[in-house]
């Protein structure tokens, strides 16, 4: 199915912006974007243009050739970008990428500085994975999406109950999750509330014992 | 990517491996792999023990091959997960994993990020695949660092 940001911008603006906005540090030249997203560098021209004209893009001369990168200075970049991540960008890719284990994947979803939309260059996409799938399955399904996110990709993986009970101890890192921004790839924060509700419960309960 | 580059680019240097060190490491990887089976330890305990041995493993065919890590370089862990498929010949299905697994070591030790069970287990899986091979490879074509030494 063609995602959300396909279906309002169109396939080729989409993955235009996505490539771009997302990675607002890169300028890239007309070649890279046609090879990142998988348009003719003929229509991108013209596209490429277009989203200059609109502000969303600035664009470079570097010697004889024309690069363009985010405008992050757009009013709007902010929202738009915000926007493809959840649509277009990172999402999009992983979920596709875990589709084949979605029978023993029960939560997933990105967690940290990618969640927040405070990545730098070289950011990791932290993603947590709860479930019964195992870790080197998990690793191999995502192994390909490094390469068209342009960042590296490392899954936690562990069991729904292993999750709940490091948020019953009070567990650093299963607190910060808990506490932060996600994007979600499989499941929703109404699962998520569940989790933690059943681990109030438990919790409580070990305050009676 | 061959161990000729590798050097060239200062990630490698030559080293001419003695039958002592190489019997001294496979026995700290027997350790370490047992280690890694100790129950009571955490899992980040037991994952480190398995990682350990992967990087000896690594270690130890890299010496075999002729080569040592420059490890005053940033990233010799990179370095050696690197020369696996050159050294033991390891597929890219399991290198994409152990590239994983050295992920995992980097987010734990610097942000605290936990180590799963099956992180656990894989990291311990990956280590044994890994002696298996060396110890194939050295008594194929590296008898003599096998033999007893005076």
Known sequence: MPSLADQLLGQTRSRVLGALLLHPDSALHVREVARLTGASPGSLHRELRALAGMGLLVRQEVGRQVHYRADTASPVYAELAGLLRKTAGVVDVLREALVPLADRVGLAFVFGSVAAGTERTGSDVDVLILGSAGFAEVVRALAPTQEALRREVNPTVMSIKAFADKLVAGDGFARSVAEGPRLWLLGGEDDFAELAAHREAQAARGHRR | ?150
């Open chain 2, 1 to 150: 990517m061959t161990l000729q580059n590798l050097l060239r680019i200062g990630k490698l240097k030559p080293h001419a491996a003695t039958a002592a060190e190489v019997q001294r490491l496979l026995v700290a990887i027997e350790r370490s792999l047992a280690d890694a089976q100790v129950a009571g330890l955490s899992s980040e305990a037991r994952f480190d023990l398995a990682y350990k041995a992967v990087m000896q493993c690594a270690l130890v065919a890299t010496l075999a091959a002729g080569y040592r890590p420059s490890t005053h370089e940033p990233g010799h862990h990179q370095t050696m997960i690197q020369t696996l498929p050159l050294t033991l010949g390891v597929a890219n299905d399991d290198w994409i994993v152990l590239d994983a697994l050295r992920k995992q070591r980097n987010a734990n030790d610097y942000t605290g990020q936990p180590i799963a069970a099956d992180a656990v287990a894989e990291c311990l899986r990956q280590a044994r695949a890994l002696r298996e091979a060396l110890l194939a490879r050295l008594a194929a074509e590296h008898a003599q660092l096998l033999r007893q030494h005076g």
